[in-house]
């Protein structure tokens, strides 16, 4: 489904990952940019891996991957990241998996420690911005 913004084509990137019952999208496109949202689901069923956090950041940031890709990117385009946890002594744990996704330049990023997110057993959420040539 495409919506017109001003000058730009507002477009839904289907990334073959499970909808949520949510009203929300996984990637959505404007012009050069594309703006991601990744959780620690199997991409599949839709269901939460189980596992502690270096296993939900791998799914999450291999789902933000998926998302990318569809979009016609590669984790490479991704110049923001949003990182949210649930407990702030997962950070550690996190930023070693993060590591083996990201190189330099490495996006830019905030981690921000919520007290819960939504989905039961999640640890980890993140949204990311990339730009695509």
Do not use: C, H
């Not at 744990?93 to 420690?113: L, S």
Request: no cysteine.
């Amino acid at each position: 489904m495409q919506q017109q913004d001003s000058d730009q084509m507002i477009e839904r990137i289907e990334t073959g990952i499970a909808p949520s019952s949510a009203p929300v999208n996984d990637a959505i496109r404007a012009g050069k940019q594309v703006w991601l949202v990744a959780i620690a689901e199997d991409p599949a069923s839709g269901e939460i891996v189980s596992g502690g956090i270096a296993e939900q950041t791998r799914r999450t940031i291999q789902n933000l991957q998926i998302a990318v890709e569809a979009a016609g990117g590669s984790l490479a385009n991704i110049v923001q990241v949003q990182v949210f946890l649930t407990d702030s002594a997962d950070a550690k744990g996190m930023n070693a998996v993060y590591a083996d996704f990201f190189k330099q330049p490495f996006p830019v990023r905030a981690t921000v420690v919520v007290k819960e997110l939504l989905a039961e057993g999640l640890k980890v959420e993140m949204l990311a911005t990339a730009v695509l040539g």
